[in-house]
């Protein structure tokens, strides 16, 4: 990164890849090395989860309980190369209302990104959202939801999709 002049990355993290201890054990290993990289470089980062393929009912088991994993156990709050935004850690989550037959729910959504900045224990990150391109008229790649317009507000940060 540092060759190439990137101040910093968001290290992807699928939701469906946490769920087996061999796919969990290969992310925290890239994580540590991407960690460390960038400590060593000068280079900041952060963790974006992507919920791609989740079914309904598992983003709260798998990326919940990832995320307080690696805030406990591999401490990526507490790392000097982690990204803050006004004194926050920076998660983000990309792959919210898009109308590709996606199984998780809005609500399941909404329930992350509240649990990321609310929790008492967890929370308090700055959440970037990964949205459809046409999120804002609910069309063509949005779902057709008024509940999309209820997960980003002002204040949120919006990474849009392709």
């Known amino acids: 990164m540092e060759e190439y002049g990137i101040d910093g990355v ?3 993290r699928f939701g469906v890849s946490v769920k087996e ?3 969990l054990n290969h992310c925290n ?3 540590s090395n991407v960690q460390a990289g960038a400590n060593l470089h000068g280079r900041t980062w952060a ?3 992507d919920l791609s393929g989740m079914q309904p009912g598992a983003i709260e088991k798998r990326v919940m309980e990832d995320w307080k994993l690696l805030v406990d156990r591999m401490k990526i709050r507490e790392d000097q190369a982690y990204l803050h935004h006004e004194g926050k850690p920076v998660v983000a989550v990309w792959g919210v209302g898009f109308s590709d037959g996606r199984k998780y ?3 399941e959504c909404e329930h992350l990104v509240q649990s990321l900045k609310e929790d008492p224990e967890y929370g308090e990150n700055t959440v970037k959202i990964g949205l459809s391109t046409h999120w804002r008229t609910l069309a ?3 779902v057709a939801d008024k509940k999309l317009h ?3 507000p002002l204040q949120t ?3 849009h999709g392709q």
Request: aromatic share 8%; glycine share 4%.
């Open 157 to 159: 940060s919006l990474v």
């Open 21 to 23: 201890s061999r796919r």
């Open 105 to 107: 729910s809005l609500e």
């Open 140 to 142: 063509r790649d949005a």
């Open 10 to 12: 968001f290290l992807q």
């Open 47 to 49: 963790m974006m989860y």
């Open 29 to 31: 290993v890239v994580t």
């Open 150 to 152: 209820g997960i980003v």
